[in-house]
């Protein structure tokens, strides 16, 4: 293991084991000063989220983007002590801890039997999302993680997310794929993150006006098992409860080849992440490049610091 990476996994580790203990108050100005902290030294991360928020706030002056980028990284160490501290809250804790809209979008699906594939943009804490449906709703599903470096960062988060009651696969391709549909065909429930892949096979979409890559994963997954496909939007306001909304259902298309279903489903998922990002700034934590236009010339995004 290269130094870089046993810092990061000794920092991590630091985080969860450390943070949770803390009073709740220390734990929230703590991230507020670490958010501060990074903010002020205008690293390549927060450099990468005003450019991010120029594209979702047309015409925000400079220091408008200022501003937005440094609640923005408020909000993303909110994210990051709430996680250090999920594993320690109490069921009751954790129940009245995210209050979403339009749940019945959600529950319906699921008592018909269908299964659900739950899609969700980098806004506010997924992550208590999923720890409150598996608590308040009692519905256990399944995501995928990818391989992070090094491997014991990795199995860090596996554990954490799995100590949440979630069921975690390796993001490997075709391999969990598969093991998403059979979860799907017996009526379970998929949560992923989807707003951002730079990959061969991302679905190019209009998103803020220009050309970015998002997964084709969610819109086949339904197409094959014919789950219902439900963006998902979150959000923080002024309280210690986060919020959020369940869109309505994305139809597969009746007519057309599966590449073009997957392309207009994949859109529609776009459009709804759209309209939760522009009425939330700076809930999306999205420290970086993700439209096209900001790629290097070869194809590829350029490495960047988060």
Same mark, same amino acid.
């Given at each position: 293991?290269?130094?870089?990476?046993? $810092?990061?996994?000794?920092?991590?580790?630091?985080?969860?084991?450390?943070?949770?203990?803390?009073?709740?108050?220390?734990?929230?100005?703590?991230?507020?000063?670490?958010?501060?902290?990074?903010?002020?030294?205008?690293?390549?991360?927060?450099?990468?989220?005003?450019?991010?928020? @120029?594209?979702?706030?047309?015409?925000?002056t400079p220091e408008r983007l200022a501003e937005l980028s440094r609640a923005g990284m408020?909000?993303?160490?909110?994210?990051? %002590?709430?996680?250090?501290?999920?594993?320690?809250?109490?069921?009751?804790?954790?129940?009245?801890? =995210?209050?979403?809209?339009?749940?019945?979008h959600l529950t319906d699906a699921m008592a018909e039997g269908r299964g659900a594939v739950?899609?969700?943009?980098?806004?506010?804490?997924?992550?208590?999302?999923?720890?409150?449906?598996? #608590?308040? $709703?009692?519905?256990? =599903?399944?995501?995928?993680?990818?391989?992070?470096? /090094?491997?014991?960062?990795?199995?860090?988060?596996?554990?954490?997310?799995?100590? $949440?009651? %979630?069921?975690?696969l390796p993001h490997t391709g075709g391999t969990a794929f598969g093991a998403l549909a059979?979860?799907?065909?017996?009526?379970?429930?998929?949560?992923?993150?989807?707003?951002?892949?730079?990959?061969?096979?991302?679905?190019?979409?209009? =998103?803020?006006?220009?050309?970015?890559?998002?997964?084709?994963? /969610?819109?086949?997954?339904?197409?094959? &098992?014919?789950?219902?496909?439900?963006?998902?939007?979150?959000?923080?306001?002024?309280? /210690?409860? %986060?919020?959020?909304?369940?869109? /309505?259902?994305?139809?597969?298309?009746?007519?057309? #080849?599966?590449?073009?279903? &997957?392309?207009?489903?994949?859109?529609?998922?776009?459009?709804?992440?759209? #309209?939760?990002?522009?009425?939330?700034?700076?809930? +999306?934590?999205?420290?970086?490049?993700? +439209?096209?236009?900001?790629?290097?010339? @070869?194809?590829?995004?350029?490495?960047?610091?988060?």
């Open positions: 293991m290269n130094p870089r990476d046993r $810092l990061s996994d000794a920092l991590y580790g630091l985080g969860w084991s450390t943070v949770k203990k803390l009073p709740e108050p220390v734990a929230v100005r703590l991230g507020r000063t670490i958010a501060d902290l990074a903010w002020k030294q205008r690293g390549t991360g927060v450099r990468r989220l005003e450019s991010n928020y @120029a594209r979702v706030v047309p015409g925000a408020r909000s993303y160490l909110r994210y990051w %002590m709430e996680s250090f501290r999920l594993p320690a809250w109490s069921a009751e804790r954790v129940r009245g801890a =995210f209050a979403p809209q339009d749940l019945h739950l899609a969700l943009p980098h806004l506010a804490n997924w992550d208590l999302a999923g720890a409150w449906a598996t #608590t308040a $709703l009692g519905l256990s =599903f399944t995501t995928v993680a990818e391989r992070l470096k /090094p491997e014991s960062l990795y199995d860090r988060f596996v554990a954490y997310r799995e100590g $949440l009651g %979630m069921e975690v059979r979860r799907l065909r017996g009526g379970g429930m998929v949560c992923l993150v989807a707003d951002r892949d730079l990959s061969a096979s991302g679905v190019e979409v209009t =998103f803020f006006g220009e050309t970015a890559r998002m997964p084709a994963g /969610p819109a086949l997954l339904a197409q094959q &098992t014919g789950a219902a496909l439900l963006p998902v939007t979150l959000w923080y306001d002024d309280s /210690p409860v %986060m919020r959020g909304r369940i869109h /309505p259902p994305v139809e597969v298309p009746r007519t057309g #080849t599966r590449r073009e279903k &997957t392309a207009v489903m994949t859109q529609a998922l776009a459009d709804a992440f759209a #309209t939760g990002i522009a009425a939330h700034p700076e809930d +999306w934590h999205m420290l970086q490049r993700l +439209w096209l236009a900001d790629l290097d010339p @070869a194809g590829a995004p350029e490495e960047d610091a988060s």
